[in-house]
């Protein structure tokens, strides 16, 4: 099993691009989890699928940020326009979604994005 | 708002000693999770703990929890430079947004 493939594992860009992350889960994993982490405010969840379906985006943080999953295989998170204060590592998770050991996460290796 | 609060926010130890590390929680919970995080890398799962469960352990890992005090620890025994690490409790605010407290910074010395 390959786990969690993000990528690209590093982004450079200027501020006002558009950027996309993008994230492959483990097969046969159900729920699909994006994080972003920081030194200031540590390891945040922004959004979170549930077979496909977005169940809770209230870690959003702007409507510059948005999330799809068009399928089981694959997920992206896009930040258009990208600012500075985006810069981060940002993380894909997935597991089973079934109550107790399918509530354990599988991380990818993050993506590391510097907005310039 | 952070579910878990670990502590100490860093922790250095010499080698082959053991290292504790406590997390302490708001809410009332099915399970809590520790994870382990390598510099640059992804987060790794070690251990769940059920909300019925007092102790469980894993090779070199001790986990407790307190669900009456909404605490718990994790203890690594015989500690190795491998274990230089970073790590999160996490649990569940809602039925499946798990969220991860600040973590503890752990180095261990040759």
Not at chain 1, 51 to 77: C, H, Q, Y
Not at chain 2, 55 to 75: A, I, M, P, Y
Request: charged share 20%; aromatic share 8%; proline share 4%.
């Amino acid at each position: 099993d390959a786990g969690v493939i993000q990528s690209p594992r590093h982004e450079v860009t200027e501020m006002g691009q558009e950027v996309t992350l993008r994230c492959k889960p483990i097969s046969g994993h159900n729920s699909l989890f994006w994080y972003r982490q920081t030194m200031m405010r540590g390891l945040e969840l922004l959004i979170y699928f549930n077979n496909n379906v977005p169940i809770d985006d209230s870690g959003m943080p702007e409507d510059r940020f948005s999330a799809k999953m068009p399928n089981a295989s694959f997920s992206t998170l896009k930040i258009q326009p990208s600012e500075p204060r985006d810069s981060a590592v940002y993380f894909c998770a997935s597991s089973f979604g079934t109550r107790g050991e399918g509530e354990k996460l599988f991380f990818g290796s993050g993506t590391q994005l510097s907005v310039l | 708002s952070q579910q878990g609060e670990e502590d100490p926010q860093a922790l250095s130890i010499q080698e082959g000693e053991n290292a504790t590390m406590n997390c302490s929680y708001k809410t009332s919970i099915n399970n809590l999770q520790w994870y382990r995080q390598n510099s640059g890398r992804g987060l790794v799962h070690l251990i769940l703990i059920r909300s019925n469960e007092r102790e469980k352990h894993s090779g070199r890992l001790r986990v407790t929890l307190d669900t009456s005090k909404k605490s718990s620890s994790l203890l690594i025994t015989a500690s190795r430079a491998a274990d230089t690490a970073s790590y999160f409790c996490a649990t569940f605010q809602g039925a499946q947004k798990l969220v991860f407290g600040q973590g503890t910074r752990l180095t261990i010395n040759p």
